[in-house]
């Protein structure tokens, strides 16, 4: 594999979920750049510099699959922990990221709270970032940023010792002096401040490192909904299986689970309404899922700065392409779908059809399969699905294994109370 650093995998992840997220667009960006301006005037080291921009740039990813994105945007958040929580959990097992976990665990705490707490348990970043968080969140986008300076900095100061560190707001009282400070929070891009960060602290990923990052990304799709929580670990873990079956080497395995994590990362930018409807779809509402292939594309993209990318990304875009022309976003035909795209989308659909979705029951693998040989393989690939065919009881045991797995991490946050899409 190239080299490939933690701020090469950061930094397209912060540009995803600002860009795609219809609520929270830039909120990441800017709070980063605050955060980071306000810890500069405090001198923070190097290494805990680096650990704040990336919390603070991906800060709110716990509230992506949870129902409670329109609260962040309110000046007091009356109960934060759910999304810190989620956070949390998703990037703890990420082992690079576990410092970044726990500081994103506490980026709502109140300085009053935190000071009950056991020392070492809240990081000091955890306090730049609520401010700084919170000084966004009071910015009117409506009316130019320097008009509003005195009133934002009153309303941060009223909360001095109480929701807000007082060295946090002191040094935000001195940067906030200068109107830099704000005309960067509009205007300073992820690229140019991670630019300004002494890279000596970045470190280089192993491919397994790639691989549980990924595994951490999929379930802000997964666990949106209760039908879906399984669903690209089960893709990932298919279309493993299938490039053995296929004979594809074993890093070319490892990048087809990759691509089978993030095949759907694109529904960052869906309405999650949409994927948990009971009625059939309208033709608009269909149109608009069917962008999620394309947003996908242009997320991974980002990554491919790493030419060890390449063939994730193409995979995962093509996922829903068919050899007639009839697929989505390219209508490519048959020469140029790759047989990992077609690996890809074969566990998509036979993960699809053997989870339970809101108008249907989960099909038996029988079931699923007649319709896959008759009904869908032609647009994909018959004699692939020849091969998958003879695989038919080691495929059903795959995916209940993964789907028990998935589903005990799932139960898991409900029981935390983290995900307000689980069943009533
Ligand atoms: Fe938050
Ligand atoms: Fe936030
Ligand atoms: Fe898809």
């Not at 020392?119 to 009071?138: C, K, N, P, T, Y």
């Not at 990304?313 to 779908?337: R, S």
């Amino acid at each position: 594999m190239d080299r490939m650093s933690l701020r090469e995998l950061a930094v397209p992840i912060i540009k995803a979920i600002d860009s795609f997220n219809y609520l929270l667009k830039s909120h990441h960006r800017r709070t980063a750049v605050a955060a980071y301006h306000i810890a500069n005037k405090m001198g923070l080291g190097n290494e805990d510099m680096f650990e704040l921009v990336v919390a603070a740039g991906i800060h709110d990813i716990g509230a992506l699959s949870i129902q409670e994105r329109d609260m962040l945007v309110q000046v007091d958040v009356a109960n934060p922990a759910p999304h810190c929580t989620m956070g949390h959990r998703m990037l703890a097992s990420f082992y690079p990221f576990k410092n970044i976990a726990q500081i994103i665990k506490h980026h709502h705490i109140s300085y009053q709270d935190s000071m009950h707490m056991n020392a070492g348990e809240v990081l000091f970043q955890s306090h730049i970032i609520h401010l700084a968080d919170r000084v966004d969140v009071l910015i009117n986008p409506d009316s130019f940023i320097l008009n509003q300076k005195k009133q934002v900095v009153e309303t941060i100061n009223a909360k001095t010792g109480m929701t807000f560190h007082p060295k946090v707001v002191e040094a935000f009282n001195e940067v906030s002096k200068a109107d830099i400070f704000w005309i960067e929070i509009n205007n300073l891009d992820i690229d140019q401040l991670f630019r300004r960060l002494d890279v000596s602290v970045d470190f280089e990923l192993t491919i397994d490192n790639i691989i549980d990052f990924a595994l951490t990304l999929s379930r802000i799709i997964d666990f949106r909904s209760r039908f879906t929580a399984s669903h690209s670990y089960t893709v990932a873990h298919l279309s493993s299986l299938f490039g053995e079956y296929f004979g594809f080497s074993e890093e070319k395995c490892k990048k087809l689970l990759v691509s089978g994590y993030l095949h759907d990362i694109g529904k960052i930018g869906i309405d999650p309404g949409l994927i948990e409807k009971k009625e059939p779809l309208s033709n608009e509402e269909y149109n608009l899922i069917k962008l999620h292939a394309y947003y996908t594309g242009q997320i991974l993209k980002e990554l491919s700065l790493s030419p060890w990318f390449g063939e994730i990304v193409e995979w995962a875009e093509k996922h829903h392409e068919k050899i007639d022309g009839m697929g989505y976003p390219y209508a490519l035909k048959e020469l140029d779908i790759d047989n990992g795209s077609k690996i890809i989308a074969f566990s998509d659909v036979i993960s699809a059809l053997l989870e339970e979705r809101p108008y249907r029951k989960a099909m038996p693998i029988d079931v699923a399969f007649n319709i896959i040989r008759e009904k869908i393989a032609p647009s994909i690939s018959c004699s692939m699905f020849q091969v998958i065919e003879l695989h038919k009881k080691e495929i059903n045991n795959l995916v209940k294994k993964c789907h028990n797995h998935t589903f005990e991490e799932y139960r898991l946050d409900n029981e935390l109370g983290t995900n307000l899409w689980a069943p009533s």
